[in-house]
């Protein structure tokens, strides 16, 4: 299983990125997806999941309205649409799977909102 994510960078207060999430190895399709946060000094935090086929999502209240989670199971790929971004949402962004009782988690997209 392999998890590899991309699309972080540094971004304006107000501004947007989009989070890619690249996995291989397993069924795709057959596994709900998961995206965490952790910033500096703070634990990691669940931001967002959605349903092996996509039609369920959950949103951590602080993103709620903001960021969407999507995925292309053709692609095998998971998505964070990240917009109206701010300051506090700074952090190491992960991608994440619980696949047959085992943790697999990607290394990582460093996200910065600054001025």
């Known amino acids: 299983v392999q998890l590899v994510e991309s699309g972080g960078g540094l971004v304006q207060p107000g501004g947007s990125l989009r989070l890619s999430c690249a996995a291989s190895?397993?069924?795709?399709?057959?596994?709900?997806m998961r995206w965490y946060r952790q910033a500096p000094g703070q634990e990691r935090e669940l931001v967002a999941r959605?349903?092996?086929?996509?039609?369920?999502?959950n949103y951590a209240d602080s993103v709620k309205g903001r960021f969407t989670i999507s995925r292309d199971n053709t692609k095998s790929t998971v998505y964070l649409q990240m917009n109206s971004l701010k300051p506090e949402d700074t952090a190491l962004y992960y991608c994440?799977?619980?696949?047959?009782?085992?943790?697999?988690w990607g290394q990582g997209t460093l996200v910065t909102v600054s001025s």
């Open positions: 994440y799977a619980l696949i047959r009782a085992l943790e697999y």
């Open positions: 190895g397993f069924t795709f399709s057959s596994y709900a």
């Open positions: 959605i349903s092996g086929g996509g039609g369920i999502t």
